[in-house]
């Protein structure tokens, strides 16, 4: 079958038209694709401007949490320090059959001893029981401390 002269000339003109055709819907695809990704590039700077803004300001608060924090244990380990001290105390005396009646001490200090920071602090304790209790109640102080 042959197709005349012009009827080529159509169906070369048909075939042109499908594929122009469809280059523009590509291109418009492509088109709308590039706007969409240039909207989602442009809300990516806002909100990387945002969080910039708002990284110093919560590296603020974290150094103020932290600082809490640190302030809280330290706070935390003297009185963790002071209940196993009594409970060495109360146990000493338990073991030594002797009675604890007062017990103070003073505020911890700081002391530097060859270069060492110390915190010192005194205790003041009465207790009463027989002669040899209370030195093997001083023996297990001085062992245990």
């Known amino acids: 079958m042959k197709l005349s002269k012009p009827a080529r000339w159509i169906l070369t003109i048909g075939i042109l038209a ?3 055709v469809g280059l523009g819907v590509n291109y418009a695809r492509q088109i709308a694709e590039q706007s969409r990704l240039s909207a989602d590039i442009a809300q990516a700077q806002q909100d990387f401007i945002k969080y910039a803004g708002q990284k110093e300001d919560l590296e603020a608060r974290l150094s103020e949490a932290n600082s809490r924090i640190a302030s809280v244990q330290n706070e935390f380990r003297q009185y963790t ?3 196993e001290i009594n409970e060495t105390l109360l146990q000493a005396a338990e073991d ?3 009675t604890i009646t ?4 003073s505020l911890p200090e700081k002391e530097e001893l060859n270069s060492i920071a ?4 005194s205790l003041s304790i009465t207790a009463e029981g027989e002669v040899v209790d209370l030195l093997r109640f001083m023996r ?3 062992d245990r401390f």
């Open 18 to 20: 499908i594929l122009l």
């Open 81 to 83: 320090e002071s209940i």
């Open 96 to 98: 030594a059959n002797v």
């Open 102 to 105: 007062r017990l103070s001490s």
């Open 118 to 121: 110390y915190q010192v602090f």
């Open 140 to 142: 297990k102080l001085s």
